[in-house]
């Protein structure tokens, strides 16, 4: 309960949050109507919650003269008796509790749209056994709270990895 200016590990006390999700789930959905077809699947996770090292970087003063840095640095310690939560230009910063985001998310991990033509129509050609066209995505969306790049990257390594990446795709099946 004392409030220090002064770092020290044997400070350190565990904020109840985890780093993996307690929750997981999926839910995949599949409809279907005179050769149209619809499917999505949804993944989430619940109490995750991951320290954002993005925001490391681009909201710590230490590093103020060499990077950029967000539009919240405005907010950075200049006077006396100010009140915010960014300390003064070259203050070393310590990985604490501010860098800690909910990173749970519900994500549309995919979607596809696609046509199955008529078996009578494709067996005409005597050239296919099927024909089917389709497009289809991936990443599409996602929701959370997480202010960082993905939210479902492993926070060790956050910094290090790309976000998961949306993709589009055309296809044709035969």
Same mark, same amino acid.
């Given at each position: 309960g004392?409030?220090?200016?002064?770092?020290s590990?044997?400070?350190?006390?565990?904020?109840?949050?985890?780093?993996?999700?307690?929750?997981?789930?999926?839910?995949?959905?599949?409809?279907?109507?005179?050769?149209?077809?619809?499917?999505?699947s949804? @993944?989430?996770? /619940?109490?995750?919650? #991951?320290?954002?090292?993005?925001?490391? =970087?681009?909201?710590?003063?230490?590093?103020? *003269?060499?990077?950029?840095?967000?539009?919240?640095?405005?907010?950075?310690?200049?006077?006396?008796?100010?009140?915010?939560?960014?300390?003064?230009?070259?203050?070393?910063?310590?990985?604490?509790?501010?860098?800690?985001?909910?990173?749970?998310?519900?994500?549309?991990?995919?979607?596809?749209? @696609?046509?199955? /033509?008529?078996?009578? #129509?494709?067996?005409?050609?005597?050239? =296919?056994?099927?024909?089917?066209?389709?497009? *289809?995505?991936r990443?599409?969306?996602?929701?959370?709270?997480?202010?960082?790049?993905?939210?479902?990257?492993?926070?060790?390594?956050?910094?290090?990895?790309?976000?998961?990446?949306?993709?589009?795709i055309?296809?044709?099946?035969?």
């Open positions: 004392n409030i220090t200016d002064t770092y590990e044997s400070d350190a006390v565990f904020l109840g949050k985890q780093r993996y999700a307690p929750w997981s789930g999926g839910l995949n959905i599949n409809a279907s109507w005179k050769g149209l077809s619809l499917s999505a949804f @993944a989430g996770v /619940f109490g995750k919650y #991951m320290e954002n090292y993005g925001r490391y =970087f681009v909201e710590n003063p230490s590093f103020a *003269s060499e990077s950029n840095m967000t539009k919240r640095m405005m907010n950075i310690w200049t006077t006396p008796g100010q009140i915010t939560d960014i300390p003064k230009a070259g203050e070393p910063i310590k990985h604490d509790s501010r860098w800690i985001d909910n990173a749970s998310f519900v994500r549309l991990k995919n979607l596809q749209l @696609a046509y199955q /033509f008529p078996q009578q #129509m494709i067996q005409k050609s005597h050239v =296919f056994k099927g024909l089917k066209v389709y497009v *289809s995505g990443n599409l969306l996602t929701f959370s709270n997480y202010d960082g790049l993905d939210p479902e990257v492993d926070a060790a390594t956050a910094s290090a990895n790309y976000p998961n990446s949306k993709q589009y055309l296809g044709v099946e035969f």
